[in-house]
């Protein structure tokens, strides 16, 4: 008797954790929608400003296409302005065979310090966070969202393991709590940490202090960077 009355119990807080996430799926989508679509046109101006910087100095392509993974396993071009040099997967190919250290560094965290590739326009991109500006297109095109998980290339889901689900389950972000959170040190195991901390425990309430939060850290990151290369 007992086995059943748990049985039922059971079922009925999957039944509400079910449509609690359906409800926030819908309330996050609306969010989505206007906020970038506001963004896209409030940014307008700065978009075709760094299209035409970019394009003086390292010429096309202009925006950076690459294949992600989306919600549910979908594949999907994430966007980018363009801040590598056109080579630049040579060019890694290359130093990671000559350069153990970074080799060590890349197969870790999947980014280099100071990175070489990226040319001296790119480095003040992502120094404020424009570079992934057009982010906003793939959150319109119910590709992203402004707050999720990071998006991570095919190779990297393995790494994931038992927790994959965390990762599946939602629309990668442009924001979320491992790029508001991260230190030079971050591992990538900390990293899907936070990617599945932020899976239990998401709500608006959450989104939106993930975004305030968000603004503080690329000012703060921006200050700092200024200051180390006066």
């Known amino acids: 008797m007992l086995s059943t009355f748990d049985d039922v119990a059971h079922r009925e807080r999957t039944r509400r954790e079910v449509k609690r996430a359906e409800r926030f799926g819908r309330s996050k989508r609306v969010v989505d929608l206007l906020l970038s679509g506001a963004g896209l046109l409030f940014m307008a101006p700065a978009l075709l400003v760094i299209a ?24 999907f071009e994430c966007l980018k302005f363009r801040t590598m040099r056109k ?28 990175d070489p590739r990226v040319h001296w326009l790119g480095k003040y991109l ?10 906003l297109l793939n959150v319109q095109r119910g590709e992203m969202s402004l707050v999720g998980p990071r998006p991570v290339v095919a190779s990297e889901l393995e790494r994931y393991g038992s927790n994959l689900y965390c990762y599946l389950g939602l629309r990668p972000g442009i924001t979320g709590l491992w790029q508001v959170n991260r230190r030079a040190d971050t591992t990538y195991e900390e990293r899907i940490q936070f990617d599945l901390d932020y899976f239990h425990s998401r709500s608006m309430r959450a989104d939106l202090a993930i975004l305030v939060k968000t603004v503080g850290v690329v000012l703060l990151a921006r200050n700092e960077k200024e200051r180390l290369t006066k």
Not at 52 to 75: E, S
Not at 99 to 108: P, V
Not at 126 to 135: G, N, T, Y
């Open 52 to 75: 035409i910087a970019l394009l003086l100095v390292d010429g096309r392509p202009i925006i950076y296409r690459h294949t992600r993974i989306g919600r549910d396993g979908r594949p």
């Open 87 to 114: 080579d630049a997967d040579r060019y890694l190919a290359e130093l990671l065979a000559r350069d153990e250290k970074r080799k060590l560094e890349w197969l870790s965290t999947q980014k280099l310090t100071n």
């Open 126 to 135: 992502r120094m404020s966070s424009a570079d992934e500006l057009p982010q």
